[in-house]
């Protein structure tokens, strides 16, 4: 699998803390949390695994990459981390917080699109809205960046990378907990839109509702170039 790349945007607003607790124990609403993102099951097209998480963002940091993988190709990959203060922050309007980074390559003609920024945010904020959840504060960026190949590389079309940065606020349960499972249901629809898959019609992430309903999807196209 393709390890998501680049560095995150520090969209936990200014969290200035370790990624784990020195001395004391894990909370168990975090333990929870992590739970539900460890058992929940993608469609066969997404490979995923844990990976080591930022630091210094939260007390508490739990992180996942995944690939969209079609034959030899990856369509898209990204990186999902979920931080947890017990003490609440501010600026997250609760104690848990999930931060993403997605990317993937475009044809050029989709690339040209003026209103893709807007698109792409809004296939984040329906994949979540389209499995019910609950959330607040959203905030990221989308990032259309070009590139032409010149010398030893002038064979390679131009070429056009998408990138969606961004972090919301899970609303939790009354146990404090929230659907880990479900949020990431949605952020592998996200991986799944943004590669060009269709929704899936089966087998949505365990843990989670239906989704997909109503969602446009790019058509397919090939995968991330490799210089």
Same mark, same amino acid.
């Given at each position: 699998?393709?390890?998501a790349?680049?560095?995150?945007?520090?969209h936990?607003?200014?969290?200035?803390?370790?990624?784990?607790?020195?001395?004391?124990s894990?909370?168990?609403?975090?333990?929870l949390?992590?739970?539900?993102?460890?058992?929940?099951?993608?469609? %066969? /097209?997404?490979?995923?695994?844990?990976?080591? =998480?930022?630091?210094?963002?939260?007390?508490?940091?739990? @992180? +996942? $990459? !995944?690939?969209?993988?079609?034959g030899?190709?990856?369509?898209?990959?990204?990186?999902?981390?979920?931080?947890?203060?017990?003490?609440?922050?501010?600026?997250?309007?609760?104690?848990?917080?999930?931060?993403?980074?997605?990317?993937?390559?475009?044809? %050029? /003609?989709?690339?040209?699109?003026?209103?893709l =920024?807007?698109?792409?945010?809004?296939?984040?904020?329906? @994949? +979540? $809205? !389209?499995?019910?959840?609950a959330?607040?504060?959203?905030?990221?960026?989308?990032?259309r960046?070009?590139?032409h190949?010149?010398?030893?590389?002038?064979?390679?079309?131009?070429?056009?990378?998408?990138?969606?940065?961004?972090?919301?606020?899970?609303?939790?349960?009354?146990?404090?907990v929230?659907?880990?499972?479900?949020?990431?249901?949605?952020?592998?629809?996200?991986?799944?839109?943004?590669?060009?898959?269709?929704?899936?019609?089966?087998?949505?992430?365990?843990?989670?509702?239906?989704?997909?309903?109503?969602?446009?999807?790019?058509?397919?196209?090939?995968?991330?170039?490799?210089?």
């Amino acid at each position: 699998m393709a390890a998501a790349q680049g560095q995150f945007s520090d969209h936990s607003n200014g969290a200035d803390t370790t990624d784990s607790a020195e001395g004391g124990s894990v909370p168990s609403a975090f333990q929870l949390a992590v739970e539900g993102l460890r058992t929940a099951r993608p469609r %066969p /097209e997404i490979e995923i695994e844990s990976t080591r =998480p930022p630091q210094r963002l939260a007390p508490y940091a739990y @992180a +996942l $990459e !995944a690939a969209v993988v079609e034959g030899e190709d990856d369509l898209a990959d990204g990186r999902l981390v979920l931080l947890h203060d017990p003490e609440g922050h501010d600026s997250w309007q609760g104690t848990f917080r999930l931060v993403t980074l997605v990317r993937a390559e475009l044809e %050029p /003609e989709m690339a040209a699109d003026p209103l893709l =920024p807007e698109v792409c945010w809004s296939w984040l904020t329906g @994949a +979540l $809205e !389209a499995r019910g959840l609950a959330y607040g504060e959203p905030s990221g960026t989308v990032t259309r960046a070009g590139s032409h190949y010149f010398g030893g590389l002038s064979e390679r079309l131009p070429a056009t990378q998408i990138e969606i940065r961004a972090s919301w606020t899970p609303r939790e349960d009354r146990g404090g907990v929230p659907d880990t499972a479900a949020h990431l249901a949605a952020w592998c629809d996200l991986l799944c839109q943004i590669a060009g898959l269709p929704p899936a019609t089966t087998g949505p992430v365990q843990g989670s509702g239906d989704a997909g309903a109503g969602v446009v999807s790019l058509p397919q196209r090939r995968g991330p170039q490799v210089s």
